[in-house]
Each structure stands twice: as C-alpha cells, then as structure tokens.
C-alpha cells in the first residue's frame, strides 16, 4: 500500500484543504492519506478554534485515511522544530513521500535553496546575527538572510515555504527516504483575508467567522459542509470557538502569582522578557491590548504568543528539554481513522517500532504529559459540568472510527 | 491616650461585632480601638465575603478608630501563628490591653488553663501526639488533650475560646506588657446557624445571605446600616460576594498545570497531600465535592482549605518561610482610622519603630509581596475592565479615612 504524509493544522478544515488533499492523492497515487495534526494549541502558540477531536471528525469526513497528533511539544514550536517533530512520525510510519503546499509548487525551487542554503552556510549566519544585532528577531533574519540566496526561487517571506525547506530539511537530517513533494496552493495568499471564489486561508474562516458573532453563513461558502456541521454543533452546544481571549483571564492569573524566578523557568522566557510581561500584565485587560503593550521588533507576535502559551500550560524549560530527550517523536498517537486508514496500520503493524498509542491513560512519557496539560489548559474556559466531562474525554479518547461519525457527516 | 486592641476579621461586621466593640469601650475606658483585621483571605484558608477596603469601611462606621492590616502569611494559619501575628502588630503600636470574645466572659479561667498547660506539657503532647496516631488532625488533638486539663473550665472545643488562649501565649512569648481581657460573647453560639434576638455569628450571616440569592432583607436585622449599605453597593455593581466557589475554577487550573514536585513545595503540602488532590481534581466539579472528596479524619475541612488556598496563591514552603524571617510582623500597613486613630498614630508616631505603611508600592518585603498576590488572585475573579481597575486600586490604596466616606454611613 502506498501512504503519503501531510502536515496539517486543520484550524478549521476548509475547501484549501480539500484542494490540498485531493491534489496530493492525484500527483501521488497514494492508496493512503496520513495526517499529522497539531492538537489543541498551534504553532502560533495559540489555541485550535476547535478541540483536537473535532477537527480529527473534520479530516476523516474529507478523506483523510489516518490522523495522527503532532504533540504539544512540537507542535508550538518554530518551524525547525515542528517540522522535525512531524516527519519524524510520518517516517515512523512508512509513508513514501510527503506532499505540501507552497506558492510555486516547484519542488526543484525548494532544492535549489536548500543547496545554496548549505554552500552558502557561514555567510547566512553572518546575516542573521548582524540582523538580530539590529534588534530582528531570528524568524525575520532567517526570512531575510535566505532571500538574498533565494531570488528568482522560493519566496521565503511565505511562512508555508518555510515550513516546506524545513520539512525538507528534516528528511535529509532524519536519513529518511521519504521523497517531499509540493503542489501548488490555490485561490488565496495566507495572508489574504477577504474571500476569493470558494476558497479562502484559516486565518480569514477564523476572522470572519468571529466577525460575525459565529454565524456560520458568514463561511459556508468556503467551508465542506462536514466542517459547517461540526462547528455548528460546537458552537450550539458550547456558545464558543476556542480562542486566546478567552485564555487570558487564566494567564494573568498565572502570571500574577508567580515569582520572577518562577517565570523565568518558562521555556522561551529568555532575555528577561518575564519583567516586559510583569510590567504589563497588571493593567491589561485583555490578551491584545497585552499583546500590543508587550510586542517589539524584536520579539514578534507569534514569538510572545508561544511564550504566553507556555506560562499558561506552566510548561518549563527542564519539562521541555525531558520532552525532547529523544530529538523525535517516541510513539504515536491515534486521534482517528477509516478503514482504509486501519487496513493500513493493521498490515504495518509489525514494522512500526514505536508503540501506538488509542488514548493517553496506559502510557507515559515526558512529551505525553505536556499534551495532558494541554488538554486540561484547553478545556479549562468552559463551564463545570462540561469541562471535567470534556477534560476526561479527551485524556481517554480512543481513535475516533469514520463509521461511527459517518452519520454526522451527511449532507 | 488609652488604646486597646481588638482581632477581627469582620466577615462581614455585624450586630456581635457591634456589642464587642461598645462592651470593650465599657471595659477597658479606651480612648482609641486598633483593630487587627485580616486581609482579603481568612483564617479558615478562604476568601473573605468582601474585599478588605470594605470590611474597613465597616469597621470605621462602627467606630473603630484604627484599622490594621494582618498579612497573608499570618491571616490563614493555624491559631498560634495567628495569633502571634495579631499581638506582634498591637504590641509595636503600643496598646495597653486585648479584648477578645469569649463562651464564659472569664480571664481567671484563661489563666488556669495556661497554668496547667504549662505544667503538664509532656503529659499534654503524649495525648496529642497518641491521637494522631489515631488519625486525628493536630487542632481535633489539642483540643482533645486540653479538654483533659480544662474541666470546669474554658470549653476548649470551641475556636474562639482557642484563639483567646492563643492570644494570651503570643502576649507571653513576646515578653509584651500588653493586658489581656475578655467579654462575654452575646446571644448566638459561634456555630449556631439561626438567628436569635438581633445578633447572629458571621457563619449565618453569610449562609443566610447565600441561600437567599444575596437579598439584604434576610440579613438586615443582624447587622448595621453601615454594613448593609456596604453590602449592597457591592453586590449591586459587581453581582457577588466572594466565595470559594468562585475560585474553583482557578484552583482546578492551578492543580492541573503543575507538577506533583511543584505541588509538594507548596506551604501546607506535607505527606503527599498533594497526590491525595491531584487524584480527584480531574473529575470534581465544584469545590464544595472536591473538598468533600478528599477530605478525611486526619484532615479537616479548614486544614484542606488552607492547602488549597495557598496553592491558589502558588505560596511555596520557601515564600512563606521568607515572608516569617522576622518571626513577626516587620511593617504596619493602615487600612483606615478616623481622626482619633489619625491623632494617635501622630502622637505615637515617634515611639512606633515599624514602618507605617500607607500604600503597597513603596515597600518591600516577602511578606508583603504575597499580599500583593493575594490581592491579585482575590480581585481575579471579575471580569475586564473591573479585574484590573479593582487590583490597581488595591494596590496603590490609601488608608481609608472615616470622614471621606461618612456619606456612605448615613443612615
């Protein structure tokens, strides 16, 4: 059987998504999808808009053969460190290629860089530390060193592409023989907010959806009716889609009772930016006024935003590093599959070496616990009852079926 | 000037408050009444039913003439270190003499009692010490072994009796010349939960209030205008009074974001107390159950209480153990005085060798540095812009003056 890997946030599923899947199955022939999703907070460090369950609902209705978690560990990280982390479980579960977005879907593009990149290896250090000796921050330099490398190549200004040389990257540091390809995304730039045909970024179903107290016509056009149905059910019985607002009250109150030392052992609070969050946090009243009082060139939106999440979910840099011990991912969470998915893990069984895991009780691990405060941290915002029962679903959750859903499916 | 002390918490001041205070000016002649009051968070380890500029208020309305305020790291222990605290502060501003509450209105019985504990010492920490062997809580065993000593004598079993001897040792260890005396307590038991006549304890004021959606009326004949215009101010603009319920939400969040290690070096976190909650945190839904399901016979609701409060707080073994170097307290923050207050602290002001504290921001100490996480876990349970604007004043609060809000007192 032929599997082919995608990296997915999935925040929420739309008809981009669609478009990817379908045009990663036609360039591969892949007779198996597996994605890895990021759980409940996102690279941004900030949280899904819906819990990882829903959105794993979301990728089994669209096709998605088998849906694995990118662990909190990895999955709020920068790109290096995401990217590590998600090929890793991808290449301990034998796909043969992996296929990801970017704006030329020019493969070729992407090795070209990644040659210069290593030729030009010294001079690109120079760059980056002169820029961040200007007072840029490191995701900037890099942005800015790679471009002087990559003209008339791979525009890595584009966060997707850099996600791309990283995912390339990662496979040649992992020795793995998976083969990256790309295609080319379509109908709308990440950053571009207003609709275009029927397709549009997470970042503008996200805005516009808030926008407009949640209704979800406000989206339906750029969203399967699978996502429509999830989100529409969520959002009745919860009134909410998650978001950093509603977090905030939680990390004032963390970082209001705790020592600077104490913050200081937060993983990401380096350079003593726990005095720039103290001299704020007092007078803020709400995460982006904080946010705004806080930023500066150097430290950048998404920059502080990891930070913040990591002092709400108490995440240490020691916690950390016993989460990396082994550089890569050392088992694999099922969050849900078809049975094309599960045909798929049946007959790979034996030569999977790292322990499959069907939901978190039985096992234990550094990184694992970090997911288990995640999902406690996440579920926190809602109302008891509904949050112990939440918190207790997620931590038992077993692999969600496409049969059993199939019903909430239907449209 | 006669000065004489009074220890209160005022939780809210009521009718009882009311005949303690005329019946110690009756006593002891005094010129000026010091009130020791606790802040924001009590000594049975919960938060008071209005902040601590209120139940000021209160006090001055009814005429105390001085109010102080006794920190965290005092207010919410046990009945030695309490107690310790409260005379340390009424001894560094020169008071002649205590009144306290008491069931028989008798200092001889108190002085008897201290005798024979004095005298039977080992025999005394035999019996306690065979008790909790049993099982028991350390205040249920010294009680127990009291009991033995004090028959016909002060009924050790009730708290306020208990807190009466404290006080009476702390005057004692301190070497202070301060005189201590005590009053009949008035119409209603401590635990007595219905009213009689117009006096009623704190408990059933707060009960009464509770159960009866926060309506003033079935509480308005057990205490003064003062105190219900206070009340109802505050519960008009801010829908609640204070209580741990309230602060559930936060203490489950706390409990699940950090580690068993992180929770064992928290005060009051001894014998594994902290896996006996993190065992059932997961699924509690309120405090009331949580409580209920870990509490057992060794550890009583208010010894729980206070665990729970200072993970809350996030106080750690070493912040409290910093915060009581001195052993007392080292500074005097004013919460409030009328001009007879304010005439005896300008009289006094050159014997008085503690700083006179007027706001929190120009001093620092360890323990006033949990004072200020107190307020700030205490004021976290409004929402933005009050949460802020509440803790900002708090902070920077002056001492109330009586004639500044004598408007609020008319009645």
Redesign the interface.
Known sequence: MQATGIIVEYNPFHNGHLYHLHETRKLTGADVVVAVMSGNFLQRGEPALLPKEERTKMALAAGVDLVIELPYAFATQQADVFANGAISLLHALFVQDICFGSESGSIEEFHTLLEKKATHQHTLQQIIKAKMKEGISYPTALSFALEQLSTNGVDVSLPNNILGMHYIEAIRQQQSSIVPRTIQRHGSNYHDETFQHNIASATSVRKTLLTNDLSLSSIEQVIPTATANLLDSYISSHGIIHHWEHY???L???L????KE?LASIYEAEEGLENRLLAHI?????FTSFMEAIKTKRYTWTRLQRLCLHI???TTKK?MAQAHQEKLVPYIRILGMNQQGQRYLSLMKKKIELPLLANTKAFSHPLL?LDK?AS??YT?IHP??I??AM??RE?TLHPIRYNEIEKAFSH
Chains 1, 2 share one sequence.
Not at 256 to 259: H, I, K, N
């Open positions: 905030f009250s939680s004032k109150y963390a209001l009772t705790r020592t104490e007092t007078e803020a009243s709400s709400l979910t108490n916690q616990e405060k406690a941290v926190s008891e009852p949050r112990s918190l207790k931590l």
